[in-house]
């Protein structure tokens, strides 16, 4: 009986640490939710408004205002790169994977350490390239940047989910007659889907929130989402419920995919090392 | 095409050219590196990502192995706290960085100097007077989830059985935590911890939005410094030549991020 009592007092009590621990870290967000909610005059008081009668209005400005030219092009520079991640990777993990080419140990290491090299070690060479294509300011330079940057990650991932498949499968594949196509139609891709659900989370998440290159490589015309953001670093004025408006909203696609795959997000972070 | 603009970046390093002067691309040799040994403002910014770096990962590393192992324990509302937790992660970190430094800690309207008045420690200007501590708390605060994540992977990896029969055996509450659970979660805190360290020497959206480098050079670091030299200054030489520093320092890390990684994969083909 006593047993049983301290041990629930023990759980009681790291269930408070536990949940103090995470509502700190996790209040940043919160906060950042309800300054979006309050109107500019309650964001900028001081005391700082606790209790209010919640609005959409700041919500429907930044809507409404500038900011979906900037959401569309992040829109198209990750779901684009994404796509393309995918029907390229897909191919190199198969290769590496079920049918390995000679060296392909070798063949790995060189794909992930293309995904080590700082950006700041391409940045300069690629931005002048850019500018001698007339690809400045153009979401197209924007997409296959983050093709380049997110390939190796797709490949190393896809091709851990790949080896997962049983070899067996594919010989009675085989036997049954079935040519290449039909193998990797009809047993690659139904197998591996869990695969390419987690690869197209991890690139979403680095090519939505990327700011390095889109900072220097875009100005006006294909500025993505973040670059939208920047307009409040000199926020003198009483912006701040705009601002926290448009930072729910800019975060809020990458924010709802990690929550609803959560369990691909470790996976996927890891190129798929840790399951 | 992410290793040629590398190969043409060790080119560019070897030239003296400036984007606004036409026709002043020409053969500098080793001068940009010379510059780079004597230059004040690099050794600044290498050792303000040395020290970003550091307490970044090691706070969010000893914060992370905290929270996995209560998320790991029997806690009440185990899945809503995990996904809160990797809320920060998920967060666009340029978004993060403005909520941090216009709603929290803004010295007149901020929600944090107001909750510390009562300690004496009114309208203090924490951005712009601990610079480097605001963004190593932002930076925490970012990456604790995702050490949090792989080591609560780690720690989930245990074998119950084993834990149990430890207990049997008499050990100790702490006895079993390092004879059994740290041998068994140290791959997985490597990997965070040299995962973390490639993405987090790159540093450079909350830098950008908390500081912008400053005050003076307090929080430039190598990836910030270049954007200064590259796209304020238009050196392309120059810039260059810290671009191969950055490679440098990244190769080291790499090498044994690597490592880490296959002994992980050559372990779970083992099973």
Redesign the interface.
């Known amino acids: 009986m006593r047993a049983t009592l301290t041990l629930n007092r023990s759980k009681v009590l790291w269930s408070v640490v536990g949940w103090l621990v995470v509502f700190v870290f996790f209040f940043p967000v919160l906060w950042m939710w309800l300054e979006g909610l309050k109107s500019e005059p309650q964001a900028a008081s001081s005391p700082p408004t606790i209790f209010f009668a919640p609005t959409l209005a700041e919500f429907q400005e930044v809507l409404s205002g500038d900011f979906p030219p900037f959401f569309i092009n992040s829109a198209i520079a990750s779901i684009g790169s994404t796509l393309l991640v995918i029907v390229l990777g897909l191919p190199a993990a198969y290769a590496l994977a079920i049918r390995p080419v000679p060296n392909s140990r070798d063949v790995l290491f060189f794909f992930i350490s293309t995904r080590f090299l700082p950006f700041a070690a391409s940045l300069v060479p690629l931005y002048l390239l850019a500018r001698d294509l007339q690809l400045l300011d153009n979401i197209f330079a924007l997409v296959l940047i983050y093709t380049t940057i997110n390939l190796p990650l797709g490949v190393w991932l896809l091709r851990s989910f790949l080896l997962e498949i049983p070899n067996d499968l594919f010989e009675a594949a085989r036997v049954d007659g079935a040519g290449f196509f039909d193998e990797v139609i009809r047993v690659v891709v139904p197998l591996i889907s869990p695969g390419i659900a987690a690869t197209c989370l991890i690139c979403l998440i680095f090519s939505w929130n990327e700011f390095f290159y889109a900072v220097n490589f875009t100005s006006s015309v294909a500025a993505t989402a973040p670059i939208f953001l920047v307009s409040f670093i000199s926020g003198r004025g009483l912006f701040y419920a705009k601002l926290a408006a448009a930072a729910t909203l800019a975060s809020l696609p990458v924010l709802m995919a990690g929550w609803i795959a959560q369990k691909q997000l470790i996976r996927g972070l890891t190129m798929g090392a840790v399951k | 095409?992410?290793?040629?603009?590398?190969v043409?970046?060790i080119y560019?390093s070897f030239f003296s050219w400036n984007l606004l002067k036409p026709g002043s691309f020409r053969f500098a040799g080793l001068q940009n590196y010379g510059t780079l040994v004597t230059d004040e403002s690099i050794r600044t910014a290498v050792l303000n990502t040395v020290v970003l770096t550091v307490c970044v990962i090691t706070l969010s590393v000893v914060i992370g192995i905290?929270?996995a192992m209560?998320?790991n324990?029997?806690?009440?509302?185990k899945g809503l706290?995990?996904?809160?937790?990797?809320?920060?992660?998920?967060?666009?970190?340029?978004?993060?960085a403005?909520?941090?430094k216009?709603?929290?800690l803004?010295p007149?309207?901020?929600?944090l100097p107001?909750l510390l008045t009562p300690f004496g420690l009114e309208r203090v200007d924490w951005v712009n007077r601990f610079p480097m501590a605001t963004v190593v708390v932002v930076e925490v605060?970012r990456w604790?989830?995702?050490m949090m994540?792989?080591i609560?992977?780690?720690l989930q990896s245990q074998n119950p059985e084993v834990l149990e029969a430890a207990r049997v055996d008499g050990a100790s509450g702490f006895q079993t935590f390092r004879r059994i659970t740290l041998p068994l979660v140290r791959p997985?805190v490597e990997?965070g911890a040299l995962?973390g360290t490639?993405f987090v020497?790159?540093t450079?959206?909350s830098i950008?939005?908390l500081t912008?480098g400053g005050p003076g050079e307090d929080t430039t670091n190598?990836?910030f410094l270049?954007?200064l030299v590259?796209?304020q200054g238009f050196s392309?030489g120059q810039?260059?030549a810290?671009?191969?520093v950055?490679?440098i320092i990244?190769i080291i890390v790499?090498t044994f991020?690597?490592r880490t990684?296959f002994s992980?994969?050559q372990v779970?083909a083992r099973r």
């Not at chain 2, 095409?1 to 590398?6: R, S, V």
């Not at chain 2, 324990?73 to 509302?77: E, H, L, P, R």
């Not at chain 2, 007149?108 to 929600?111: A, E, I, Q, V």
């Open positions: 095409m992410t290793q040629i603009p590398f043409l970046t560019y905290g929270v209560l998320l324990s029997d806690v009440i509302g706290m995990r996904t809160l937790m990797i809320a920060p992660f998920l967060i666009m970190p340029t978004a993060g403005l909520i941090w216009d709603t929290l803004n007149l309207f901020g929600l107001y605060w604790t989830p995702f994540l792989i609560l992977a780690g997985f990997l995962l490639l020497v790159q450079y959206d950008y939005m912008y190598i990836p270049l954007y590259a796209f392309i810039a260059s810290i671009g191969v950055a490679v990244t790499a991020a690597l990684l992980i994969f779970e």
